[in-house]
């Protein structure tokens, strides 16, 4: 084939960019000498071009893959911290990527930041399978110095060697923890450090179940993030900061089983999200601030085993919300207030061995919801009300040691559903009907009415005779609903 100036423009026109300037910059024209000699040329030239590969050209400003693992600083941080608290392995060498999938630690989450990296979110130490911790286990602050840590856990791990919450607040101003918690550390013992209130996202903090003493450090409750506060079952003594109003955002509180002296501060009125106040087994006095009517969510309050006198808030009736009322043992002396009737979400009302007097209000009978009535160690008198028969839910009912009389007014049926959870005992005004007593085999505490063992009449013994001590009676039952509720409400 001849190759002419026009197949050239052809084969010129369908190369591509490359090929083309090289034929604009070395081929002459075709009415010169070499006309004829270029287009053959052209031809080899342009199928050994077409022949190359293309290559893509990779920008400088191309996004880079994220990198499969952690930072070496962070990683290093982990490192000395597992080997400080826990001897189950040989960390460095069984986990030397703590974050890589398939390989992670065992106790140990980890997300991949906006940097590519992965971060560690969540520590667990304590139980298996997380990581146990060995008898020389200090609380290590070096959690602190995790930026991307969110939860960590310390549970039954400071147990041999004495330890403290003592942290730099320098060390927490750059922390995102949102949840730390510490429960059953027996060798977790000082004060609780102001400097926690550092930690600025901070929505969960419990201190449970060791050996912290001194007062509750007031700056806690510059914590507006917290929803739940728990620091029971420690050495705490002290008042109640009336600071804890702060914490509008709070639902639930707990600082039971302490030493804490004072009055319930008003400023608690202020906790309007509020479900669970536990202020149980301290030394509280005075009486129930009014200002808890304001606390419209409360679904659980316990104030057991204080010294808590005066008469109930104006407007308790207003609790609309309370399941769970717990106060026993505390010097009340005054009359069942009729308010409780109206609280007809009432699951469980515990008012034992807190010396109240009079007659169990009518209102009382109310409360269908009612699963657990405990009354006994009181100085009640009058009868007991008849339509406590109708009360469907019940299964735990005890008057005990008081000063009641009167035919008990249970039928067979409901003396049968509640078997040894009915307690009526230590009430010698009470009496049983006959019917209903043969129908049972279980004692309730009472003599049966008309006569007694031996055939003889029994009379209802006069309420002077009637002892008058006040003996502090506990009972399982009422004590497993309330930690129901507890871990239903808080699972922390």
């Known amino acids: 084939m001849k190759l002419t100036s026009k197949t050239t423009i052809h084969l010129a026109a369908t190369a591509d960019r490359h090929t083309q300037t090289f034929i604009i910059q070395y081929f002459p024209k075709m009415n010169s000498p070499l006309a004829f000699s270029f287009p053959l040329l052209l031809l080899l030239l342009f199928f050994f071009l077409s022949s190359i590969p293309s290559v893509s050209t990779i920008s400088p400003h191309a996004k880079k893959q994220p990198p499969n693992g952690m930072l070496p600083s962070e990683a290093e941080t982990l490192f000395k911290i597992m080997d400080s608290m826990s001897s189950d392995q040989s960390w460095r060498v069984s986990y030397p990527n703590p974050c890589k999938p398939g390989s992670s630690w065992p106790g140990i989450e980890c997300k991949q930041g906006n940097d590519g990296y992965l971060h560690v979110t969540r520590l667990d130490f304590g139980t298996r399978p997380n990581p146990t911790c060995k008898k020389t ?48 550390n027996p060798a977790l013992v000082g004060s609780i450090p102001p400097q926690i209130s550092s930690l600025k996202f901070l929505q969960i903090l419990t201190l449970s179940q060791n050996r912290l003493n001194g007062q509750i450090p007031v700056k806690i409750f510059s914590l507006n993030s917290l929803v739940h506060l728990d620091l029971s079952y420690n050495l705490l003594a002290g008042t109640i900061p009336v600071q804890v109003g702060n914490l509008r955002n709070l639902v639930g509180l707990d600082l039971s089983y302490n030493s804490l002296t004072g009055s319930i501060p008003s400023t608690i009125g202020q906790l309007g999200m509020l479900q669970k106040l536990d202020l149980s087994s301290n030394s509280l006095t005075g009486s129930i601030p009014d200002s808890i009517e304001k606390l419209s969510l409360l679904a659980f309050m316990a104030l057991s085993n204080n010294k808590l006198t005066g008469n ?150 006069k309420k002077s005779q009637a002892p008058r001590g006040l003996q502090k009676s506990f009972s399982l039952f009422p004590a497993l609903g309330a930690f129901a509720l507890h871990y239903m409400l808080f699972l922390v």
């Open 312 to 461: 109930f808030p104006k407007g308790l009736a207003k609790l609309q919300s309370l399941q769970y009322f717990l106060m026993d043992d505390n010097p009340m002396f005054i009359p069942l207030p009729v308010e409780f009737g109206i609280l007809v979400k009432l699951q469980e009302l515990r008012l034992a061995n807190s010396g109240y007097s009079g007659s169990i209000p009518p209102s009382f009978s109310q409360l269908n919801n009612l699963s657990t009535l405990s009354l006994q160690n009181n100085r009640l008198t009058g009868e007991i009300p008849v339509v406590f028969g109708s009360l469907s839910h019940i299964y735990h009912l005890n008057l005990s040691r008081n000063f009641l009389d009167g035919v008990v007014p249970f039928n067979s049926s409901f003396l049968k559903r509640l078997g040894r959870n009915l307690d009526l005992s230590g009430n010698p005004g009470l009496c049983l009907n006959p019917a209903e007593a043969y129908s049972v085999k279980i004692g309730i505490g009472v003599s049966i009415c008309g006569s007694n063992k031996n055939g003889s009449l029994i009379k209802p013994v």
């Open 137 to 184: 286990a200090t609380f290590p602050y070096q959690i602190f110095s995790l930026p991307y840590l969110q939860s960590v856990f310390f549970f039954n791990c400071f147990t041999h060697t004495k330890t403290t919450l003592s942290v730099s607040a320098d060390r927490l101003y750059n922390s995102s923890l949102q949840q730390l918690s510490l429960r059953s």
